[in-house]
Structure formats: C-alpha cells, structure tokens
C-alpha cells in the first residue's frame, strides 16, 4: 500500500553491512615496484612510500574480495541484513537503488558487467518477483549512497514508495593499478539501508548537492597503468592534491547549506558520519565547517567517527557501513540515541558533492 500525506517524511528502519574476509595489511604493498603519473619509477623505496602514506591517510589496511567472487554476495548479504533489522522481507520493498562505481565486477575478466544492473542481480538474489518494484542503479562516485537514499526520500514523498532499500556497494580492487600508490587507498564493502514512510518529524531534515563536473571533470577517472608495460586499461585514478582541494572547498559548503535549510547550526549536530578518504582531509573538512560558522573553537573530536584505518575508503559503502557499525555497537566510543541530529556528508568522482541533516 502506498501512503500520501503532504506531512509523509521517511527514515531509516534498518541498517546492514557486509565487509570481505580477506584483509590486506600495508605491508603487502611493499614490495611493489610504484613509478609516478609519468612513467618514472619511484625514487624512495618502496616501504618508505607505504609508509608515508599511512601518515597522511591513517590507512592501516583494508579488505579485498576473493578473486574468485563476483560483486553480488556481499551486496546481497549486507541487504538482506538491513532487511532483517527492519522487520521486512524482500517483496514488502517497494524498489531498491544501488549506488556503485562500477558494475558486477565478474572473476577472470580484465573488465565488469554493467548489465545486467546491480539492483536487478539483488532483486533476484533476494528472491524477489514483484514486477512493480523498482530495481536501478546510479553512478555518482562516493557520494552515490547519499544521493540514492535522496532519490528513495523524495520517492517516498511522492507517494511512490514506502519501502526503499538502498545500497551503496564497493568494489574497488578489481580496479587497482597494482604500480600507483593511490591505489592503496581503496577497499571493498557494502552498506544497506532501508529507507521507509513516516508520519513523525524524525528522519530526513534537509539536503543539499553540489554538481560541478567542470575544470575538476578528470580529478578521478579510469584509466591504463602508471607502468606502461602494465597490461589493463580500467584503473582507477586521480589527482591527489586537486581531489584534496576540492573536498575542502565544497563539502563545507554543501554541509553549511543543508544545516541552514534547517535552521540549524554544528552546535546542534550530534555527529558528523564523513565519506572516508583521508584522515588529515576529514580535519581539514572539520576546520572549514567550523570557520563556515565562525566558531574556531568547536571541538570535533567525539563527533566525527572514523573507519579508515582499517576499512580504507570503501567510496559509496563508507557511511552506510559506518552508521551500522555504530548502530549495532561495533564502534567503541560512539553511538546513536533517539533524537541526535546527525550529517551525512560525501564527496567523489564528477566532481560531486553532498549533504544531508538526519534525526534519529
């Protein structure tokens, strides 16, 4: 049954991740032979590479697939356990949306399958038959998570849905230039959420998007091998300190606008769950928000919970996953009570960025 209610707003009912067995410590980057954008090899060794890297990221390590998985079981996993947390089974959905930046990456090909879609491979994992739901995906880099369960929102608000699983699905080390030490940063996950109709003031607040895809078009792309000799075309890529800058700039603004459409302040804002790039990035991010309000002295440190040091940057699985994390008690020091004001707040590959102030 679908609801109308001018007054209709939706929140999370359920929460579910999925993260693989396989962990990689960054001791097993360091004896890979790293060469620059240019083809040049890297002066430093290797080891003192990694471990610069650490400093800056606080990546510690990360977890990969198996090579002989494809994408569809940890997505299937990580949904099926949101679901269980709502109360709700499969054909109570209404539609699903899976955020992504790739498609199915499929074992013993240099390339991924993006059809069929990922939403249709869960909608059928899932064992659902219901032709009337909805099953798509979006590609919107990291933030792709928080602006699927934008889109799930305002289909609620429509009146075209009440109950929205949304997904945000990570498989970045099928893509991974074994010779870029960028590519350290990346791991694998999966986070869900399902998304449902209310009458109450709890849930979404306000949101705003930034879509700039301008001189910043090609800070994260796909691309062949910094190693020439390297075979394979589809790695991923960026512009380290032009990625950096641009997250700084915008993800506060983004942040401010959507506090603002609220009428609220960071003073009112329980915690702050960030897309996890970089470590020194999310205290920089933090600095600017806090000059955004003119308020130097606010103090971050219990409110912005922190994953990357052992999950890495999972992209659009990062604040799903997180917010489950905390939910079920898995993150020592953090937690969410009924009524905390919390920000969403994401930013990646277009250049794209997000916002979104959520009551519990």
């Known amino acids: 049954m679908i609801l109308k209610s001018k007054q209709l707003n939706s929140y999370i009912s359920g929460t579910g991740s999925a993260l693989p067995a396989n962990v990689v410590t960054n001791r097993a980057f360091e004896n890979l032979l790293f060469y620059n954008k240019d083809g040049s090899v890297f002066e430093k060794p290797s080891n003192l590479v990694v471990r610069k890297l650490e400093s800056i990221t606080g990546i510690r390590e990360r977890r990969y697939i198996s090579e002989d998985e494809d994408s569809v079981p940890i997505m299937v996993k990580a949904a099926q356990a949101a679901l269980d947390d709502a109360g709700l089974e499969g054909n109570d959905l209404d539609g699903i949306i899976?955020?992504?930046?790739?498609?199915?990456?499929?074992?013993?090909?240099?390339?991924?399958?993006?059809?069929?879609?990922?939403?249709?491979?869960?909608?059928?994992?899932?064992?659902?038959?219901?032709?009337?739901?909805?099953?798509?995906?979006?590609?919107?880099?990291?933030?792709?998570?928080?602006?699927?369960?934008?889109?799930?929102?305002?289909?609620?608000?429509?009146?075209?849905?009440?109950?929205?699983?949304?997904?945000?699905?990570?498989?970045?080390?099928?893509?991974?230039?074994?010779?870029?030490?960028?590519?350290?940063?990346?791991?694998?996950?999966?986070?869900?959420?399902?998304?449902?109709?209310?009458?109450?003031?709890?849930?979404?607040?306000?949101?705003?998007?930034?879509?700039?895809?301008?001189?910043?078009?090609?800070?994260?792309?796909?691309s062949g091998s910094n190693n020439a000799d390297c075979p394979g075309d589809t790695y991923v890529k960026m512009n380290g300190r032009e990625v950096y800058k641009y997250a700084t700039t915008f993800l506060p603004q983004v942040i401010k606008k959507s506090l603002d459409k609220c009428k609220k302040s960071i003073a009112d804002v329980d915690l702050f769950l960030f897309h996890q790039a970089n470590e020194k990035m999310l205290e920089a991010i933090a600095n600017r928000v806090a000059e955004a309000y003119d308020n130097l002295d606010f103090d971050f440190s219990a409110k912005i919970p922190m994953t990357i040091h052992t999950l890495g940057n999972t992209s659009v699985a990062t604040i799903p996953t997180m917010m489950d994390f905390i939910r079920k008690g898995k993150m020592e020091d953090y937690n969410i009570n009924k009524g905390d004001l919390v920000v969403f707040a994401s930013v990646g590959a277009g250049m794209h960025c997000n916002a979104m102030v959520y009551q519990f």
């Not at 009146?159 to 960028?182: F, K, Q, T, W, Y």
């Open 98 to 222: 899976v955020a992504h930046n790739a498609g199915n990456m499929v074992p013993g090909i240099s390339s991924y399958h993006p059809v069929p879609n990922l939403a249709a491979h869960l909608k059928h994992g899932l064992g659902i038959g219901s032709p009337e739901m909805f099953a798509y995906d979006i590609l919107f880099g990291c933030p792709g998570w928080l602006q699927a369960f934008i889109q799930a929102h305002q289909a609620i608000r429509n009146g075209d849905a009440v109950h929205v699983l949304v997904v945000g699905l990570e498989v970045a080390s099928r893509m991974l230039d074994p010779h870029d030490v960028d590519s350290m940063i990346f791991a694998d996950g999966c986070g869900a959420t399902v998304i449902s109709a209310t009458d109450d003031n709890i849930g979404v607040q306000a949101y705003h998007t930034f879509s700039h895809a301008q001189d910043d078009l090609r800070n994260i792309y796909i």
